[in-house]
C-alpha cells in the first residue's frame, strides 16, 4: 500500500469514527445509572445508551479511545462515556451546520 493511500485510508478512518459516535449520541436515549468516577467511587448519573448497529471496527476504536464504556460484547446497545458526549457535542459543530 502506498503512503498516498494510507494517508487516506487514516482520515476515512477518523471520520467514519467521528460520524459514528455522532450518530450514536443523536440516537441515543437516557437511562439512569452508575460507574466509577476517577477516584475509582461509584457514582449515580444519567448515561448515554445507544443501539450499536454501527462497523464493529469503528465502535471497538471508539471504545479503544474512551468514547464508548467497555460493555459486554453480547449487549446489543452501548454506553458513551462522558468524554464521549463532550466529543459528540463538538462533533455537531463540525458536522452539523447551522442555516441559521
Known amino acids: 500500500m ?3 493511500r494510507k ?4 482520515r476515512m478512518d477518523k471520520q467514519i469514527e467521528e460520524l459514528t459516535l455522532l ?11 452508575y460507574y466509577f468516577d476517577q477516584d475509582d467511587q461509584v457514582e449515580k ?9 454501527y462497523s464493529f471496527d ?17 449487549n446489543k ?3 458513551l ?3 464521549g ?7 455537531i459543530k463540525k458536522y452539523i451546520k447551522d442555516e441559521n
Open 7 to 10: 494517508v487516506v485510508n487514516g
Open 81 to 83: 462515556t462522558k468524554e
Open 45 to 53: 448519573t444519567v448515561l448515554k445508551h445507544s443501539w450499536k448497529g
Open 85 to 91: 458526549e463532550l466529543l459528540a457535542q463538538e462533533l
Open 23 to 33: 450518530l450514536l449520541y443523536l440516537t441515543a436515549w437516557n437511562e439512569e445509572g
Open 2 to 4: 502506498d503512503i498516498r
Open 58 to 74: 469503528a465502535l471497538n476504536a471508539l471504545t479503544d479511545q474512551g468514547y464508548l464504556f467497555d460493555g459486554k460484547h453480547r
Open 77 to 79: 446497545s452501548v454506553t
